[in-house]
């Protein structure tokens, strides 16, 4: 079995770069969207008991904004460290494989 360099830091900060923008771009617009719709429908099948849909509508917005903040900070890509390095070489000696660093 062969088995592949460790990854630089440099190699997975590029990499980091690359989760990040995808997540701003793509993950972050899609999970809030699908919170305040959700939120939104919610309020409008209460519009039934209470009044003013347009009311509804703004607070389901504010509120399918802020329940989706868990979720979005949970899913954010996590910056890379030299210390993640370490732990992945330490990881390899413990196993006795190749624990050299891609350059």
Known sequence: M???????L???LARY???????????VPSILTLGVLVVSGMMYAMNFW???YE?????GAVL???LSMPLLLESMP???TIEDVHA???IRRAFGMDDTVDD
């Open 10 to 12: 440099e190699s997975r």
């Open 88 to 90: 992945d070489q330490s």
């Open 17 to 27: 770069q690359q989760k990040r923008l995808r997540f701003f771009l793509m993950e």
């Open 78 to 80: 996590k910056r890379p």
């Open 55 to 59: 009311n509804w509508l703004i607070v």
């Open 2 to 8: 062969r088995v592949h360099k460790i990854e630089s």
């Open 50 to 52: 209470f009044g003013g």
């Open 64 to 66: 399918g904004a802020c």
